[in-house]
């Protein structure tokens, strides 16, 4: 073992940016649960003061702010993207599919975090508001490319948007980017059965 | 108004048996979380008190194991059925996840403290356990289904059947039985979308 490997300097012990705080503080709340978390749970796992942690925010309201728009933002820069494309609803949709996935993907502990939020502070609150107009925007595509005729009609645009997004929601709950496979592959796992089916034939 | 109207006689105030002790301990599980819910917020909850509960059940443990039985024997029974059915395993598969959808409306808030439970006591990790396992039997059939060249190869069997499942439990998210559309309606919009897609139109 090389013990002579050099060690970048760090101010304080462990040494923790907004970041990487940001980064434990999320992943105690998904452990833990965000209303049963406090800055002293916090604190005894990051190995700092509580002082040390509000030398970076001013609560713990303000860390699932943070945390929660970093899931956020990124579902909406993918919804402006897909907003901005040219063409049909339904490729602009299953663009957006795509790349939610891939926020997903790239920000897991955020979202899951998000997708947990119930609404008891204005934060929360905040949250779920964004996470509607987010919803609203993927129904108008979808009746949008049901309107174009690229979209089954017997099934209501707010279900069918619903059941996508529940789809791509779901992979929370059991996908992990180390050792399982990337997220190129999941997207189009995702895209094949929300937009075709599991069905090999069917009868049209 | 009419004071006239004669309510039956109830035992004790406000008279709980196992059957609504249960569910409104569900309720409250499901609004704070299992973790942050002391028998002490129960017994205000309920208007009764700790020993009351402690008529019925031995800990809060127990009233977990019950809510989450309730669940996970619902979605057992539906595999025992489709298992006895004869035909293709992907009939099978769609009477499998179209009976889950019944289930789910059926038991939702049972449903829901299941798919929140982290593993965290005995009680959750069997809980899990039992979940996999009926996961597994899901698996299984979607790769019989395309072994049987109905279900498309191009997915790896276990994340179609997560995929799927997925969608079906995040009906929980979303689904309100009172003014929502009813089961047969909500399972035949799941079926839809996962064996056959939202697309409308597909270049074979």
């Known amino acids: 073992m090389n013990t002579a490997r050099i060690t970048p300097p760090r101010r304080g012990r462990p040494g923790y940016d907004l970041e990487s705080l940001l980064a434990v503080a999320v992943k105690v709340f998904n452990e833990r ?13 990051l190995g700092i003061t509580k002082s040390a942690i509000y030398y970076h925010v001013s ?4 860390l699932l702010r943070l945390a929660v728009d970093r899931a956020l933002n990124g579902l909406f820069e993918a919804a402006d993207a897909a907003a901005a494309m040219e063409g049909r609803a339904i490729d602009r949709l299953e663009h957006l599919v795509r790349s939610s996935v891939h926020v997903l993907v790239e920000r897991l502990p955020f979202v899951t975090l998000l997708l947990r939020v119930r609404g008891n502070t ?9 996470r509607r107009e987010f919803d609203r925007l993927v129904s108008d595509l ?23 997004f529940g789809l791509v929601n779901s992979l929370i709950e059991w996908y992990r980017p ?7 592959a999941l997207a189009d796992a ?3 059965i929300a937009f075709d089916g599991l069905r090999q034939d069917r009868p049209t």
Chains 1, 2 share one sequence.
Request: aromatic share 2%.
């Open 33 to 45: 649960g965000y209303e049963a978390t406090s800055m002293e749970d916090l604190s005894r796992r």
């Open 59 to 62: 609560s713990k309201d303000e």
């Open 122 to 130: 204005a934060v929360e609150r905040r949250a779920l508001a964004r």
């Open 142 to 164: 979808v009746e949008q490319a049901e309107a174009e005729g690229d979209v089954r009609p017997d099934v209501d645009p707010a279900v069918t948007s619903r059941l996508v």
């Open 178 to 184: 180390r050792g399982g496979m990337g997220a190129d």
């Open 190 to 192: 995702v895209c094949k």
